[in-house]
């Protein structure tokens, strides 16, 4: 079949790559060059980990990190540092009693540590008396940029083409084809994937997609002593502190200091083509304040920002689906600000999909498009 992917992000690139490795015509379009800076998928570092309060999302990981070694493996490169996770917050919080029992359900090994024991094996972080850390060695980050760089790299060596600096402008359906019109013209495909990240609505105006994007931004403070405490081979861990609903990293190799950034949502995106903004100067206040009561040897300069789009769904539910008046386009969007870490396994779902191999096992149902309708409809009936 001849199978189009629009939109090659984290998503989108591992998309085509699996289209391409199963033989079908891969043709990949981005309306900016591979490894662009305006979406989500850019970067050093993304947070990977079992650590969810969903079971579903936990076991969805057994098979995104088999994908991910298995893409380390035939790309020759690093692109998984797995330097450990802690996942802390109050002891009673509900968010890490979850996650306990995802961890227990799914089988995976964990370690529970007071605030002593984090700061023994985890010298760098200062957790309070009534704070409980749950550490997961699997967890660690993805070099983002990298992936899709390598994504793309090995989907043209199965023999993808394609399209960077070439936008779609409408994706329609005539006698079951599909066709992409674009600044090359009108293309006719089999079938057509669209993983276009926050400006997906732009391109379905009609479907109504329970998307809304925001802007997010990461900052890099400087680290002030004991630069042996920020380093990643188990010294200081990926972490996510679920009370101030932050999250951080390890020295990443490449940009001095380390990256921590606030995980809620920020301001609504309404053009997702305007120009962006930097990091507001109230927001690196914000993050200084908090790196002063949490990582004491760390500075307060910032060596490195930057901005970023998260495409919400109201509960970070990912939408996967196929579009029900166009049978032959196929979706993925929604990834929440979290969705990095599952962007292989979502490319590998939708190009199964898309090529009529229904072999993936887990369900899921509660991706699909409907389901979010009947949680809106909820919302406005309450
Ligand atoms: C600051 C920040 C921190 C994050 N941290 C984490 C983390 O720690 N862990 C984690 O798992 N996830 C994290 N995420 C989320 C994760 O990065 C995103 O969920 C993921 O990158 C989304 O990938 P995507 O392929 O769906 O979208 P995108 O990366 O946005 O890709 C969409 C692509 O489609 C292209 N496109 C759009 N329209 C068209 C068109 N008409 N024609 C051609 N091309 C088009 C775009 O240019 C873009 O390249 C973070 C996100 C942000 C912003």
Same mark, same amino acid.
């Given at each position: 079949?001849?199978?189009?992917?629009?939109?090659?992000?984290?998503?989108?690139?591992?998309?085509?790559?699996?289209?391409?490795?199963?033989?079908?015509?891969?043709?990949?379009?981005?309306?900016?060059?591979?490894?662009?800076?305006?979406?989500?998928?850019?970067?050093?570092?993304?947070?990977?980990?079992?650590?969810?309060?969903?079971?579903?999302?936990?076991?969805?990981?057994?098979?995104?990190?088999?994908?991910?070694?298995?893409?380390?493996?035939?790309a020759e490169?690093?692109?998984?540092?797995?330097?450990?996770?802690?996942?802390?917050?109050?002891?009673?919080?509900?968010?890490?009693?979850?996650?306990?029992?995802?961890?227990?359900?799914?089988?995976?090994?964990?370690?529970?540590?007071?605030?002593?024991?984090?700061?023994?094996?985890?010298?760098?972080?200062?957790?309070?008396?009534?704070?409980?850390?749950?550490?997961q060695k699997?967890?660690?980050?993805?070099?983002?940029?990298?992936?899709?760089?390598?994504?793309?790299?090995?989907?043209?060596?199965?023999?993808?083409?394609?399209?960077?600096?070439?936008?779609?402008?409408?994706?329609?359906?005539?006698?079951?084809?599909?066709?992409?019109?674009?600044?090359?013209?009108?293309?006719?495909y089999d079938?057509?994937?669209?993983?276009?990240?926050?400006?997906?609505?732009?391109?379905?105006?009609?479907?109504?997609?329970?998307?809304?994007?925001?802007?997010?931004?990461?900052?890099?403070?400087?680290?002030?002593?004991?630069?042996?405490?920020?380093?990643?081979? =188990?010294?200081?861990?990926?972490?996510?502190? $679920?009370? /101030? *609903?932050? #999250?951080?990293?390890?020295? &990443?190799?490449?940009?001095?200091?380390?990256?921590?950034?606030?995980?809620?949502?920020?301001?609504?995106?309404?053009?997702?083509?305007?120009?962006?903004?930097?990091?507001?100067?109230?927001?690196?206040?914000?993050?200084?304040?908090?790196?002063?009561?949490?990582?004491?040897?760390?500075?307060?300069?910032?060596?490195?920002?930057?901005?970023?789009?998260?495409?919400?769904?109201?509960?970070?539910?990912?939408?996967?689906?196929?579009?029900?008046?166009?049978?032959?386009?196929?979706?993925?969007?929604?990834?929440?600000?979290?969705?990095?870490?599952?962007?292989?396994?979502? =490319?590998?779902?939708?190009?199964?999909?898309? $090529?009529? /191999? *229904?072999? #993936?096992?887990?369900?899921? &149902?509660?991706?699909?498009?409907?389901?979010?309708?009947?949680?809106?409809?909820?919302?406005?009936?309450?």
């Amino acid at each position: 079949m001849k199978i189009a992917v629009v939109g090659l992000g984290g998503t989108g690139s591992a998309a085509l790559r699996f289209v391409a490795h199963s033989g079908h015509n891969a043709i990949g379009y981005e309306q900016f060059h591979i490894g662009h800076a305006h979406g989500s998928s850019h970067g050093e570092s993304r947070i990977i980990r079992y650590t969810y309060p969903d079971v579903l999302f936990t076991q969805m990981m057994s098979d995104a990190y088999k994908l991910w070694f298995e893409l380390e493996k035939e790309a020759e490169e690093e692109l998984l540092v797995q330097c450990g996770g802690l996942y802390f917050g109050d002891s009673n919080d509900p968010q890490i009693l979850a996650t306990e029992r995802s961890l227990i359900e799914a089988n995976l090994p964990f370690e529970r540590l007071n605030a002593e024991q984090v700061k023994e094996k985890h010298p760098a972080f200062h957790l309070y008396s009534n704070e409980t850390a749950i550490y997961q060695k699997d967890s660690g980050f993805l070099r983002a940029t990298r992936c899709v760089e390598a994504n793309i790299r090995l989907a043209k060596k199965h023999g993808a083409i394609i399209h960077e600096n070439t936008k779609v402008q409408e994706i329609y359906t005539k006698n079951n084809k599909v066709f992409i019109q674009s600044s090359l013209g009108e293309e006719e495909y089999d079938r057509v994937i669209v993983t276009a990240g926050p400006w997906m609505s732009t391109l379905f105006k009609s479907l109504n997609l329970p998307l809304v994007p925001t802007r997010q931004q990461i900052v890099y403070l400087n680290i002030n002593d004991h630069e042996e405490y920020f380093q990643a081979n =188990g010294t200081f861990p990926v972490w996510i502190d $679920t009370t /101030d *609903n932050l #999250y951080g990293f390890p020295n &990443d190799g490449h940009i001095a200091g380390i990256k921590l950034a606030f995980h809620h949502c920020g301001q609504v995106i309404t053009d997702v083509d305007a120009e962006r903004t930097p990091v507001d100067e109230n927001y690196l206040e914000e993050i200084r304040s908090y790196a002063r009561k949490r990582f004491p040897n760390l500075g307060s300069d910032v060596t490195f920002s930057q901005t970023c789009i998260y495409t919400n769904t109201p509960n970070a539910d990912f939408i996967i689906d196929r579009v029900n008046n166009q049978p032959n386009v196929f979706l993925v969007s929604g990834c929440s600000g979290h969705g990095f870490k599952f962007t292989i396994l979502l =490319g590998k779902i939708i190009a199964m999909m898309a $090529t009529d /191999d *229904n072999g #993936y096992e887990r369900n899921l &149902d509660r991706f699909k498009l409907s389901s979010f309708h009947k949680i809106l409809n909820k919302f406005s009936d309450d």
